[in-house]
């Protein structure tokens, strides 16, 4: 279970920290990250940071946002600065994992925060 927390209103220019708290265990193998969808648009990966250290960003968050993780508290955090009303949206977290027997893939949303960037 994901359980994101952290999103609000603020001004344009602001800035806000996203959390996502993953409740349990979760393979050795993993990708947690961030996606977002806006009002009438699909959604769209924000940021993700992977096991192994890499990470990647939507070209529309370069330089404002920055991924990080907490492996012993699997917890992932979305630290966004700069913002704009166009990153207004819900973001959900994702947790991306690969495991078991068969190195089976397993995907996990979390329940989404909302994020409203005023002008």
């Known amino acids: 279970q994901l359980q994101a927390s952290g999103g609000g209103l603020v001004q344009a220019g602001g800035s806000l920290r996203l959390s996502c708290a993953v409740t349990?265990?979760?393979?050795?193998?993993?990708?947690m990250g961030w996606y977002r969808q806006a009002p009438g648009k699909q959604r769209e990966l924000v940021a993700a940071?992977?096991?192994?250290?890499?990470?990647n960003y939507a070209d529309s968050v370069k330089g404002r946002f920055t991924v990080s993780r907490d492996n012993a508290k699997n917890t992932v955090y979305l630290q966004m600065k700069r913002l704009k009303p166009e990153d207004t949206a819900v973001y959900y977290c994702?947790?991306?994992?690969?495991?078991?027997?068969?190195?089976?893939?397993?995907?996990?949303w979390g329940q989404g925060t909302l994020v409203t960037v005023s002008s």
């Open positions: 994702n947790v991306l994992e690969w495991g078991g027997s068969y190195n089976e893939e397993y995907n996990y």
């Open positions: 349990g265990s979760i393979f050795t193998t993993n990708i």
């Open positions: 940071a992977s096991s192994g250290g890499s990470v």
